[in-house]
């Protein structure tokens, strides 16, 4: 094999890694699961100071993002929510810790009065994560 051949196949690759920045697109749900007529407040942002701003998610309405990882980076997203007199902050995405338990590159967080609940694709079923 040629010398010019043995470097054509790795030149290819990598020009197809960097024509493409944007290795994995994922999504985040925040589902409201508080019941009655409980308003949950929410204000999520990542840790390169992207601030997907304040929200207010209504009873069984949601709020979610789309967000791509480029090759190099671990993105993570941490929410302040809210309601009634319950308030705290919670991590709700970090690539090493959720990319592969959510599933399809999809994090469903179910906010309940006593907990957030994340689905697991792997159990089929959503299992509690953070207390208030």
């Given at each position: 094999?040629?010398?010019?051949?043995?470097?054509?196949?790795?030149?290819?690759?990598?020009?197809?890694?960097?024509?493409?920045?944007?290795?994995?697109?994922?999504?985040?749900?925040?589902?409201?699961?508080?019941?009655?007529?409980?308003?949950?407040?929410a204000h999520c942002f990542s840790d390169?100071?992207?601030?997907?701003?304040?929200?207010?998610?209504?009873p069984g309405d949601d709020f979610h993002?789309?967000?791509?990882?480029?090759?190099?980076?671990?993105?993570?997203?941490?929410?302040?929510?809210?309601?009634?007199?319950?308030?705290?902050?919670?991590?709700?995405?970090?690539?090493?810790?959720?990319?592969?338990?959510?599933?399809?590159?999809?994090?469903?967080?179910?906010?309940?009065?006593?907990?957030?609940?994340?689905?697991?694709?792997?159990?089929?079923?959503?299992q509690k994560q953070f207390s208030w």
């Amino acid at each position: 094999m040629s010398p010019l051949k043995s470097y054509v196949l790795p030149l290819l690759l990598v020009l197809v890694i960097f024509s493409y920045p944007h290795a994995n697109g994922f999504q985040v749900f925040l589902i409201n699961n508080l019941g009655g007529t409980t308003n949950l407040a929410a204000h999520c942002f990542s840790d390169t100071n992207e601030d997907l701003g304040s929200r207010v998610i209504l009873p069984g309405d949601d709020f979610h993002w789309e967000f791509s990882i480029s090759v190099g980076t671990t993105p993570a997203y941490e929410c302040d929510m809210g309601y009634e007199n319950k308030q705290n902050r919670f991590q709700v995405f970090e690539e090493g810790r959720d990319a592969i338990r959510c599933g399809d590159q999809t994090c469903f967080w179910r906010v309940d009065r006593d907990a957030l609940y994340l689905y697991i694709k792997e159990i089929d079923d959503y299992q509690k994560q953070f207390s208030w």
